[in-house]
């Protein structure tokens, strides 16, 4: 969704193919996770209906978190606590989900995948603001990808907010917003 052309020193799907094959991709990406899961050795099949549930909620949240993100871009006016909410959307509830879905597999009490699911949702977050940081002060060779593709795409991330809030007027209305 972020149109950079690499990814882990790879060109992005998209760019080695196109958007619709990146699309098709990322389908069939999720085809496959429900068809593996349904043969998985070692799972209930009384769980099943519990871990389809997990995944389609996480999916749900994980688009609702990606429109954020587009929605974002064209507007001035968003908030670190709308951005933090964002990103644990958009990434930190897939690893809060997929820590859940192995508890719930190892028939963890619900205090336990909650406090697992928590864990998750912490990490993720804390993933995407290494991202953030990296995406501004990374070296190329290492993160894989285009440094300052954040800022091209007017990404209000941390680092955008912390900059906004240590700069005075002038410097703001200088650089049109930052």
Known sequence: MDDDDVRRGRPAVHKAYDLPTAINAGDAMLAIAFEAMAVAEGIEPALLPFLVKRIGRMVRKCSEGQQLDIDFENKDDVTLDEYLNMIELKT???VGAALKMGAIISEASETDLQNIYNFGVNLGIAFQLQDDYL????DQLLV???IGGDIVENKKTAMYHLAMS???????????GL
Do not use: I, R
């Open 92 to 94: 930190a509830v897939l």
């Open 135 to 138: 995406d501004t002060f990374g």
């Open 144 to 146: 894989g990808k285009a």
């Open 166 to 176: 240590n700069s005075n007027k002038q410097q703001k209305e200088e650089e049109g």
